[in-house]
């Protein structure tokens, strides 16, 4: 488990495919100081398992810095941006959070569930407003002001614009999303130079996913006319009775035992 706050930039020394994987030889520093063997680490936000580094006080030539390597199924490659890499890009670097630790983004599990495309960067002074389209379907979980992660940067979504569709199937514009970029996000993980039409991991907020799947059989029954009625919520928690009036005490006098009387 990730927050989505990047520890340093690494870059990639080598990129070695095989016929339905690869391995990531990745420079860094930081993310090293504690390694070991089978150890995660998030690269662009995906989950990967250390599988060799460098040993402590020597460094790689390629990098002039330790280096680790990974291995990336080809699930993990369909479903992310990792099979777009090459040598000497920067990529963002995070360690698994421990419990003792502040949760400075939001829970991030490092499991993407699709690719964006930047679509649109508007540079201010002291900010940079960035413009992403959404696979299909992703959408539905993102809310204003709600959490998302961008190549394992955990943003906040400024706002949403659903899908706009010109009737064809498949057809019309993909639903996008917004996020504000400050100044040191833009100088300390890869988002500050990430161009128009770049692709980037998503993952979107892992409660709206957990919550969709627990309401859905409830419901589909709602939806379907079985047991609606009012708070009630077939096959969750059963009728929802409403809760007992707090005892309001009669008008009169009211009497404290072994105090006297008064009102």
Same mark, same amino acid.
């Given at each position: ?41 998030? =690269?662009?936000? *995906?989950?990967?398992?250390? @599988?060799?580094? @460098? ?10 810095? #330790? ?10 490659? %369909?479903?992310?941006? $990792?099979?777009?890499?090459? @040598?000497?890009? #920067? *990529?963002?670097?995070? %360690?698994?959070?421990? $419990? ?7 829970? /991030?599990?490092?499991? +993407?569930?699709? !690719? ?25 979980? &993102? ?6 992660? =961008? ?6 979504? !400024? ?34 130079? #990430?161009? *128009? ?8 907020? +892992? ?6 799947? &627990? ?20 096959? !969750? ?10 005892? /309001?005490?009669?008008?009169?006098? !009211? ?7 008064? #009102?």
């Amino acid at each position: 488990m990730f927050t989505g706050i990047v520890e340093e930039l690494g870059i990639v020394a080598a990129v070695t495919e095989h016929a339905a994987a690869a391995e990531l030889a990745i420079g860094c520093s930081a993310v090293l100081e504690d390694v070991r063997h089978g150890a995660s680490i998030a =690269v662009n936000g *995906v989950c990967l398992t250390v @599988t060799s580094f @460098t040993p402590a006080g020597e460094v790689d030539p390629r990098t002039g810095t #330790r280096v680790f390597t990974a291995d990336v199924m080809l699930e993990t490659l %369909r479903r992310s941006a $990792l099979g777009g890499l090459a @040598t000497g890009d #920067r *990529v963002n670097l995070e %360690r698994p959070v421990r $419990l003792a630790d502040r949760l400075g983004g939001h829970l /991030v599990q490092g499991h +993407v569930d699709g !690719v964006g495309t930047i679509v649109d960067r508007a540079p201010d002074e002291h900010w940079e407003v960035v413009r992403i389209a959404l696979p299909a379907g992703l959408d539905r979980y &993102l809310v204003e002001k709600g959490s998302i992660t =961008v190549d394992g940067v955990s943003l906040t979504v !400024v706002d949403v614009t659903p899908p706009a569709s010109d009737g064809s199937p498949g057809g019309g514009e993909p639903a996008t999303f917004t996020v504000s970029l400050i100044p040191t996000t833009l100088a300390d993980t890869t988002l500050g130079s #990430r161009q *128009v039409g770049a692709t980037v991991n998503l993952e979107v907020d +892992v409660v709206a996913k957990y919550v969709e799947k &627990l309401a859905a059989p409830a419901l589909g029954q709602l939806a379907a006319g079985r047991g609606a009625g009012p708070g009630r919520l077939p096959g !969750v928690v059963g009728r929802l009775e409403p809760a007992p009036p707090f005892p /309001v005490p009669p008008a009169g006098p !009211v009497v404290l035992e072994g105090k006297g009387a008064g #009102r």
